[in-house]
């Protein structure tokens, strides 16, 4: 292939990339390692010639694709094994800017996302309940976190956004109730949460589903599957992130498992919500 068909083609899935990214310049050049005038270079088409060896790999290793599909020789994106290892441990870091959860959603924008949160969705909680669960740390944990769900929502709301949600029925009882971990929290900012998740659920579908079980019936660990190319499991401050495909059919599987366990569907929880807020 002629050199100058190689690098338009690498430009146009850069451009791609940046484009599914949801990023800035400036932050795409950043998570891929390289200069912000780099980047500018290597999109103004002004020279026909490609990178250097290591800055082909970085862009290709930050956004999980092979190189022979930045480079045109294949139209299959998936990442060798050397580039992506099978099982990876991210930090949690609630910093200023995009956190590792936005940036998977952005990069599973258009696939189907499913979710098992550890307590309830965080796109469903008012500003009261995430600082009351960040109370113990920094203010800006706090509204990084307020940020993310806002950004969440955002995200929800787009037209090809297609998410999933399984989460127990005590989960739900229990924050409704003032139970457990929501013993402190008080009863107004509890009737506040389940209006405004009855609300955000009624907005959102059918983009958003959620599906309600019996969790004497059927357990789970939180975990998200981002489309068919990666799986991210909670604990704590850390994700088990899994990039093998493997693993993430086995948690689609299980996911799908939690829904055929259902016993409350999407169109139902409004008024199973209200059936709660009606107790308090």
């Not at 989960?171 to 107004?188: Q, T």
Request: proline content about 4%; glycine content about 4%.
């Amino acid at each position: 292939m002629d050199k100058r068909d190689l690098s338009e083609i690498f430009r146009a899935r850069l451009v791609e990339l940046i484009e599914r990214s949801g990023q800035s310049h400036a932050e795409f050049a950043r998570k891929a390692g390289i200069d912000r005038s780099a980047l500018s270079q290597l999109l103004s088409g002004r020279a026909a010639r490609l990178p250097r060896a290591e800055t082909l790999a970085n862009i290709a290793e930050s956004r999980s694709v092979s190189l022979d599909w930045l480079l045109g020789f294949s139209q299959a994106e998936e990442v060798a094994p050397e580039i992506l290892p099978a099982i990876e441990i991210e930090e949690r870091a609630d910093t200023v800017g995009e956190t590792l959860l936005a940036q998977w959603h952005a990069e599973a924008a258009g696939t189907k996302v499913r979710y098992v949160p550890a307590r309830i969705p965080d796109l469903l909680r008012t500003q009261a309940v995430i600082a009351y669960e960040s109370r113990s740390l920094p203010g800006a944990v706090a509204q990084t976190r307020i940020s993310e769900a806002e950004t969440r929502i955002d995200y929800n709301r787009r037209p090809e956004t297609d998410m999933e949600v399984c989460m127990t029925l005590q989960a739900l009882r229990g924050l409704a109730l003032g139970e457990g971990i929501w013993s402190d929290l008080p009863v107004d900012e509890r009737r506040r949460q389940m209006l405004h998740m009855a609300r955000l659920i009624e907005e959102l579908y059918p983009t958003f589903r959620l599906f309600l079980y019996d969790g004497r019936n059927a357990w789970s660990v939180p975990y998200t599957v981002f489309g068919q190319k990666r799986a991210a499991i909670y604990a704590g401050d850390m994700y088990l992130v899994l990039n093998s495909t493997d693993s993430i059919r086995s948690l689609t599987r299980h996911f799908d498992s939690l829904i055929r366990k259902a016993t409350v569907n999407p169109h139902e929880v409004t008024g199973h919500i209200k059936n709660l807020i009606s107790l308090l």
